[in-house]
């Protein structure tokens, strides 16, 4: 089982609609939670970090439930600028901190 | 800001050539990781290391080693390249705590 589970889609949703995106992660002593936002042929940028209280950013809210180890991300009013893939990220700390990825899921918006 | 270097963004090797990717990093970071980027796979870690000279395997660590011997540099080596390993390799860095991490451009290796 991977560490990091996500949907690959791809999503394809028209412009202005609402879409949400679920991950889960395997360790439960996983520490720290973001969403990473990547663009075709670039690298992956921090979109927002996940805490337990859950967080918005704009038209962007993370939610993290660590008793059901599954964190999402919800994107209201999409723009066509949105489209990328959006990679779940969890870190936890063996004997060093160790950052592990999802697949990433693909949304495409259409006009 | 933040910079994370990739000495090469496109190489090309031959099989069995020993193959060098660098990555330099200037925000005193103690974390740095190598990753590779597969169609359908996502990142998977290859190796990371949390100070000089220290170093810890990932999930695909076959095949690969890593170097360490300053804070902000960290070099994956293909011992033998394989044409199974011709992938987008990224490197990130992190502070200890892992607030955010960075990553360099990418390096899109081709083995022939």
């Known amino acids: 089982r991977k560490e990091v589970e996500q949907d690959p889609g791809p999503f394809n949703v028209p412009e202005g609609a609402t879409v949400a995106f679920n991950c889960t992660y395997s360790n439960s002593a996983s520490q720290s939670f973001f969403w990473y936002r990547q663009d075709c042929r670039k690298e992956p940028k921090l979109l927002m970090s996940v805490y337990s209280s859950g967080n918005e950013d704009g038209r962007f809210t993370a939610q993290l439930n660590r008793a059901s180890q599954y964190i999402s991300l919800l994107i209201r009013d999409s723009k066509l600028s949105d489209s990328a893939t959006y990679l779940c990220?969890?870190?936890?700390?063996?004997?060093?901190?160790?950052?592990?990825f999802g697949s990433g899921t693909r949304l495409s918006i259409r006009p | 800001d933040v910079k994370v270097t990739q000495s090469s963004r496109y190489l090309v090797k031959r099989t069995g050539e020993k193959v060098f990717l660098e990555c330099v990093q200037d925000m005193d970071h103690e974390n740095m990781f190598w990753y590779r980027q597969d169609p359908g796979l996502g990142l998977r870690l290859i190796y990371f290391s949390y100070d000089v000279k220290m170093k810890e395997k990932g999930d695909i660590p076959e095949g690969y080693s890593v170097s360490r011997e300053k804070k902000e540099r960290f070099s994956l080596i293909l011992e033998s390249a394989s044409t199974n390993q011709t992938s987008m390799y990224l490197c990130?860095?992190?502070?200890?705590?892992?607030?955010?991490?960075?990553f360099g451009q990418g390096t899109r290796l081709t083995v022939v």
């Open positions: 990130a860095s992190s502070t200890f705590s892992v607030t955010e991490a960075f």
């Open positions: 990220v969890v870190t936890y700390y063996s004997s060093a901190s160790k950052i592990i």
